[in-house]
């Protein structure tokens, strides 16, 4: 298996999403091991802004050449962006995953809520 990028800076889910804290507010988005296990991504359905979000419930979808899967939300708040780029180039989140690959931005955001989040580290054991 290849070793994939586990940014320290960032946090990460079981299920393969990563958080990015600036203040109250929570950039998130897949990582380098979603993206790559997903294949070419031809679309994503991203929360609208305004909605709120629920820890651990899905709130949007990315679809590829292989499959559809769900993106579940890291944290609970309220959508406050969407990354524009996405709906005519969503293909930037297999280049970029960490950054302009980014999908949407919640808050506010707890701090105890991003403490549960993990760590680089345990991520990449988690990878294997």
Known sequence: MPAFAAPEFLRYTREHEWVRL????????ITE?????L????FVSLPEPG????????CGEVESTKSVSEIFAPLSGTVVAVNP???ASPEVINSDPYGAGWMF????VEAA????????A????LLG
């Open 22 to 29: 600036d203040g109250a507010r929570a950039q998130v988005g």
């Open 85 to 87: 780029v996405l709906e």
């Open 51 to 58: 909605s709120t979000l629920t820890a651990g419930q899905p």
């Open 122 to 125: 345990t991520y990449e054991d």
């Open 39 to 42: 294949g070419d991504i031809v």
């Open 105 to 108: 931005a919640v808050e506010p």
């Open 33 to 37: 091991y979603a993206q790559n296990a």
């Open 113 to 120: 809520q991003v403490d549960e989040l993990l760590d680089a």
